[in-house]
């Protein structure tokens, strides 16, 4: 959430730098944005409502600073207006910063410092004003120290400070990475910001400074000591966080699912051992993530139970914290997600911790703080993802929980024929007559309202994780339902012409979905049935691949292509859903 993007160097360009920067962290937030930068002994300043995307090349040109810091929002605290967009600064207009995260205790250092000398109405005005505040008496590092020991809550932050050639960026709990390139450095909320510069990174950790200039100084802000930090080349290409041919990330990640599950299960067959060792020694596993990737995790309940025969628990991170009772240092936790940034997600591992429950994550971004502060880790290799809504990792995660299943089952060898073979059904599935006939599907959807999703078994979680695809794109009011609930109350929402999509797979369970959908059909529903064979039922069909377990895999593709084109024929961004930033760093 909130998208920082600094640079200190050789360029005297740096403002525009910024502005492009900041243009591939927009997915973390978008509903304003500003620059600022020290020109000439002065705090140049620009902050708007709007997306950083609409910004011009040109806007900057002619003003030269080889230091500047940018932010594009997620408001949290405060309005959308240009005076809460951040940069913020202090009121002599000497110290500017951009923070992500929430400062709990800023309404206390306000009154502190006196109200008057606020003009925003966010938390994070507090900062630049408490830095401000410390100068009087001390240096620039020294109160970027003291100002950071001071506040509660969650933050990255870059402040910058007129007359001081050097960065100082400070976190916890949000992320924020430093770049190291040729004579310049880069301060940034997540890798794709500066991949084009440089792939060489040092991680800043919680509750760590870093001072940049001409060289990086890393501090602990708790005992003010020096802390060592090892430089990390990043194994991700500057294309591979493009657009390239494609209109929109979403499309182009839904597309490289062709090779994405390949990723997946090219593990490490060691690693794997050593998790399923530890899954098997558990004495209670629980399961935990958010949205998407808690709907995959519920479908790794399922695969569990099917393909390994073991009893696993799911709880929403959001929701986990509750569960302490249950853990022990004997027990699990498996943590899925694709940033590796979610502060739900963290905050139930911190829980788990506390008890001496051990933590396995599922990450994408492996340089992450969840991949970091897990106990095992593995990297699900789906390349960067940016569109908001999450398709490719979605399938990597669900890949790599049925290949542990099967692992933990004896049966490593065995999944991953299963899970080749999926994704060599996925390639054959998206081709032009494919995408074509969902986006006649999708334009008869779109005029409606409301739709609904049902499925049942490992295809119920994917109804649920459909209805958030459609609702977060498309902005049309979807809801998913496990088949079997219908006659207990949601069948009261269909009425004549309804779209209802009914998820079906070869399996025990099919003939109890499908008089589920003839039920709904009874009620006037318009049946979309995403299933390997044909029935009367359906008024669309949507034909996918037989592929036994591995169901939930191939069934959600076109519910992804259905949710990007509605989301295209009402004339929305997909990229971009209202509301939504792509990674969620606050509770
Ligand atoms: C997915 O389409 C959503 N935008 C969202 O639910 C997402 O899956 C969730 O915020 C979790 O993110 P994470 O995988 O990065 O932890």
């Not at 009011?477 to 929402?493: D, N, Q, R, V």
Request: glycine share 8%; aromatic share 8%; with cysteine.
């Amino acid at each position: 959430m909130c998208g920082i993007f600094g640079t200190i160097g050789k360029r005297d360009n740096a403002l525009s730098l910024v502005v492009e920067g900041l243009k591939k962290l927009e997915y973390r937030g978008y509903d304003s944005w500003g620059v600022t930068a020290d020109v000439d002994g002065e705090l140049f300043i620009d902050k708007h409502v709007g997306k950083i995307s609409t910004v011009g090349t040109s806007r900057f040109e002619g003003i030269k600073s080889n230091m500047a810091v940018g932010h594009s929002r997620w408001a949290t605290h405060g309005g959308v207006t240009d005076i809460n967009a951040h940069p913020h600064f202090s009121h002599d207009r000497k110290v500017a910063v951009v923070h992500n995260g929430i400062i709990e205790n800023y309404h206390e250092i306000r009154e502190e410092l006196g109200r008057d000398k606020f003009i925003s109405e966010t938390d994070t005005e507090v900062i630049p004003q408490l830095i401000s505040h410390y100068l009087k008496t001390m240096e620039f590092k020294e109160a970027v120290l003291e100002a950071t020991r001071r506040l509660k809550g969650r933050y990255a932050i870059v402040a910058l400070h007129v007359g001081d050639h050097q960065l100082i960026a400070a976190r916890r709990g949000s992320p924020l990475i430093v770049g190291v390139g040729n004579g310049e450095y880069f301060l940034a909320s997540d890798i794709p910001a500066f991949l084009e510069y440089t792939q060489d990174v040092m991680y800043l950790n919680d509750n760590e400074m870093v001072v940049v200039n001409d060289h990086v100084e890393f501090i602990n802000i708790e005992t003010g000591e020096l802390v060592e930090k090892r430089l990390i080349n990043i194994d991700w290409k500057a294309e591979s966080a493009e657009k390239g041919e494609y209109d929109h990330y979403m499309l182009k990640e839904i597309m490289e699912q062709k090779d994405t599950i390949h990723r997946a299960i090219n593990q490490d067959s060691e690693e794997i051992m050593e998790i399923v060792k530890a899954i098997q020694a558990a004495r209670g596993c629980f399961f935990s993530g958010c949205g998407t990737a808690g709907k995959v995790c519920m479908v790794g309940e399922y695969f569990f139970s099917i393909v390994a025969d073991r009893h696993v628990n799911y709880a929403p991170a959001s929701e986990f914290p509750i569960y302490h009772h249950f853990l022990k240092p004997e027990s699990l936790l498996v943590v899925v997600s694709q940033s590796g940034e979610t502060a739900d997600v963290l905050e139930a591992m911190e829980v788990a911790k506390k008890k001496g429950t051990k933590v396995l994550s599922l990450i994408n971004v492996g340089s992450s703080t969840i991949a970091r502060q897990s106990d095992y880790s593995l990297l699900i290799n789906a390349g960067p993802e940016k569109a908001v809504a999450s398709t490719k990792a979605a399938t990597s995660q669900m890949a790599l929980l049925l290949l542990i299943a099967y692992a933990v089952n004896g049966e490593l060898q065995e999944g991953r024929r299963v899970l080749a073979e999926v994704a060599g059904k996925i390639n054959d599935m998206l081709n032009p007559r494919f995408l074509n006939y969902i986006k006649s599907v999708a334009e008869a959807i779109q005029k409606h309202e409301n739709a609904y999703i049902i499925g049942k078994a490992q295809n119920y979680p994917i109804a649920l994780e459909a209805a958030i695809k459609i609702q977060e794109v498309s902005y049309v009011h979807a809801e998913g339902f496990a088949a079997g609930e219908l006659k207990h109350g949601p069948i009261a929402l269909v009425t004549e012409g309804t779209p209802c999509i009914s998820l079906i797979a070869n399996d025990e369970v099919k003939d109890d979905i499908l008089n589920n959908t003839i039920e709904l059909k009874a009620r006037g529903a318009h049946i979309i049935g995403i299933a390997p064979e044909k029935h009367e039922v359906f008024d669309d069909w949507i034909k996918v691949p037989d592929v036994g377990v591995a169901s939930p895999l191939v069934n959600i593709i076109p519910i992804q292509l259905l949710a990007y084109y509605i989301s295209i024929c009402r004339g929305l961004d997909p990229d971009m859903p209202r509301n939504l930033a792509k990674s969620v760093t606050v509770k």
